[in-house]
């Protein structure tokens, strides 16, 4: 089968990204073939080879500066929709069995995947990963959404949304992680000694530096943690729009001495990041999945976690197992008294549940989602 993963955005910029960088890996190791078809960046379009890893893709990041990154944003906008003869042609050409968008904010590779359907027949496929949909957009998804095959939700909120908002009867197929890669016996104290953290109770959080990932709650949280656990260290990776603001709210609240920012992480050394930290905090005010989630909990790290979208559905199933604490969002009193609770308990890692943490992983592993997508495929191609 000859499969088409159209994505806005270069591989490794994001929740959605990855998704469709992990399960194309096992389609090749089934057998498929796998092409690449991205809006932004550069190539515009690549092949996926057996057992091949790529690398971080390079492109130019969005402005750290509000006003900018309105006016950036919007001229992506435009942009897109300039190129849906050339994303048309390239689905034409390539003569797919399958098209599969990765939805993002904009309808207009929708557009393209429809109009190859018109004139080819192909198949076309919407994995949706959050509900932003704005201006024209909206209006197009309505009108084009009949012309998909079938659209996937990786979260039950997006399904629900997408059923209420265009009437898109999509299945629910979660998010997954790569439980070898991301694993408990990480090494990463070469890491932790070059951080000067090996002494530390670290607590991390990875993710864009934007309001939605509510990192202003996190810092405030900090200034009681650091009265609790003397030897605590925050760190803060990623980078976006905020990161000015955020960072005068460190200075302003005296935590230069415990909150560290680490900037943008490659996608190969993030294992070691989350392997070096004893709690992982996401504060998010809205999330659709959050990617990061997943990652901490396979490293065997523990995890504090807003009750937003997707996010809070995975941290339920490891609630039981202790492996994660839900809290409101917006609310440092209770990330502090989440963060708490781990460090009181130093014997953690020993905990009777581990097991059973470990079994509710394996049905995240790319390898089970890829699979169920798989079976899609088959039932609309009959390959």
């Known amino acids: 089968m000859k499969i088409a993963m ?121 994995t949706l990963h959050n509900n932003l949909a704005k201006h024209i957009d909206r209006r197009l998804i309505q009108r084009l959404a009949p012309n998909v095959d079938k659209f996937i939700a990786v979260s039950p909120a997006i399904q629900k949304n997408w059923l209420d908002e265009y009437h898109a009867d999509a299945v629910f197929i979660p998010n997954g992680v790569d439980i070898g890669r991301f694993s408990p ?18 607590v991390l959080s990875i993710g864009r530096l934007s309001v939605q990932k509510g990192i202003k709650y996190l810092i405030q949280a900090s200034v009681s943690l650091k009265k609790h656990i003397p030897n605590i260290a925050v760190l803060i990776c990623g980078r976006g729009e905020e990161e000015s603001a955020l960072k005068r709210q460190v200075d302003q609240m005296g935590l230069c001495d415990i909150v560290k920012f680490i900037g943008y992480v490659p996608a190969q050394k993030l294992p070691s990041y989350y392997a070096i930290c004893d709690v992982f905090v996401l504060p998010s005010l809205f999330e659709t999945f959050a ?48 963060v708490l609770w781990y460090y009181s308990k130093a014997d953690f890692a020993k905990i009777r549940n581990k097991k059973k943490m470990k079994a509710t992983l394996a049905d995240f592993s790319w390898e089970n989602i890829s699979e169920r997508i798989n079976k899609i495929y088959a039932s609309f191609t009959h390959q």
């Open 185 to 202: 016996l990480l090494d990463a104290s070469e890491l932790k000694k070059r951080l000067e953290l090996e002494d530390k109770f670290v």
């Open 291 to 338: 990617l990061t989630l997943l990652e901490a909990l396979s490293v065997g790290k523990p995890v504090v976690c807003t009750r937003v979208g997707g996010a809070q559905e995975v941290a339920k199933q490891f609630e039981d197992s202790r492996f994660a604490i839900l809290v409101n969002p917006a609310n440092p009193e209770e990330i502090e008294r989440g």
């Open 6 to 126: 159209v994505l806005e955005n270069p591989l490794f910029y994001g929740g959605g990204e990855i998704h469709a960088y992990e399960i194309s890996k096992n389609f090749v190791r089934k057998g498929h073939t796998v092409d690449f078809i991205q809006l932004y960046g550069n190539p515009k379009k690549r092949s996926l080879t057996r057992g091949e890893l790529l690398s971080d893709s390079h492109w130019i990041q969005s402005p750290r500066s509000k006003v900018l990154n309105v006016i950036y944003t919007r001229a992506l906008w435009v942009y897109s929709f300039l190129s849906i003869p050339a994303v048309t042609i390239d689905l034409l050409r390539g003569k797919y069995d399958v098209v599969h968008l990765h939805n993002g904010g904009y309808a207009s590779l929708l557009v393209s995947a429809v109009i190859t359907k018109k004139v080819s027949g192909v198949k076309v496929f919407c």
